[in-house]
Nanobody
Framework: QVQLVESGGGLVQAGGSLRLSCAVS????????MAWFRQAPGVEREFVAA????????YYADSVKDRFTISRDNAKNTVYLQMNSLKPEDTATYYC????????????????????WGQGTQVTVSS
């Protein structure tokens, strides 16, 4: 079992920054893939970014590339999402997710591939 708890959301003006955290408890493995997704009202949950628990390359949705950075601190069992140059269209509930295997390609972006989810943290960007 893996438990995920997100934090760090809030209200920020356009152009501002936030850092989301996802505390991971329970069994972890270098084979895990960690990801952030987001969901705005009336919209399907969409992929934002992913990284393997062992490190290595990071993956981003085109809409956040060059603005968001995903990272992990294995010593603290935490995954982060640094969000810069925020836009009103980034407003959503952000979810941390984990799958107990290495994903690649389009599978990384599929919410159906992920085994565990956090409760979400709200990010609101005002114009």
């Amino acid at each position: 079992q893996v438990q995920l708890v997100e934090s760090g959301g809030g209200l920020v003006q356009a152009g501002g920054s936030l850092r989301l955290s996802c505390a991971v408890s329970g069994r972890t493995s270098s084979m895990y893939t960690m990801a952030w997704f987001r969901q705005a009202p009336g919209v399907e949950r969409e992929f934002v970014a992913a990284v393997r628990w062992s490190g290595g390359p990071t993956y981003y949705a085109d809409s956040v590339k060059d603005r968001f950075t995903i990272s992990r601190d294995n010593a603290k069992n935490t995954v982060y999402l640094q969000m810069n140059s925020l836009k009103p269209e980034d407003t959503a509930t952000y979810y941390c997710a984990v799958v107990r295997r290495v994903l690649g390609g389009q599978a990384l972006e599929s919410r159906n591939e992920y085994d565990y989810w956090g409760q979400g943290t709200q990010v609101t960007v005002s114009s």
